[in-house]
């Protein structure tokens, strides 16, 4: 088993900054993919950003490129997300998940692969 908790959310305006964290325990953590999903209200759940535990592969949704940034620390088991230059609409509840990835290569992007799931953090962009 692998437990996931976020953390980080909160309350920013526009333009500004957050930082997820996603801390793991779990004994096969380490050989787990790992990805960041959103859900705004009313709305189904979105990919936004992955990260493979080997190969260092990334994967972000067009929504998020060259505003958010995901990286792992493996000496904590924690994989954060680097939110920059958030918009209103980056608003919804965030959700870290892993999955065991045997190859080390994947960034995976569909959520429906996961296996494991965090309870998500709040994240609320407004003026």
């Known amino acids: 088993q692998v437990r996931l908790v976020e953390s980080g959310g909160g309350l920013v305006q526009p333009g500004g900054s957050l930082t997820l964290s996603c801390a793991a325990s779990?004994?096969?953590?380490?050989?787990?993919?790992t990805g960041w999903f959103r859900q705004a209200p009313g709305k189904e759940r979105e990919f936004v950003a992955a990260?493979?535990?080997?190969?260092?592969?990334?994967a972000y949704a067009d929504s998020v490129k060259e505003r958010f940034t995901i990286s792992k620390d493996d000496a904590q088991d924690t994989v954060y997300l680097y939110m920059t230059k958030l918009k209103p609409e980056d608003t919804a509840v965030y959700y870290c998940?892993?999955?065991?990835?045997?190859?080390?290569?994947?960034?995976?992007?569909?959520?429906?692969?996961?296996?494991?799931w965090g309870r998500g953090t709040q994240v609320t962009v407004w003026s």
């Open positions: 998940a892993s999955h065991f990835d045997p190859t080390g290569r994947l960034a995976t992007t569909n959520a429906a692969d996961y296996t494991f």
């Open positions: 779990g004994r096969t953590y380490s050989t787990h993919a």
């Open positions: 990260h493979s535990w080997s190969s260092g592969d990334t």
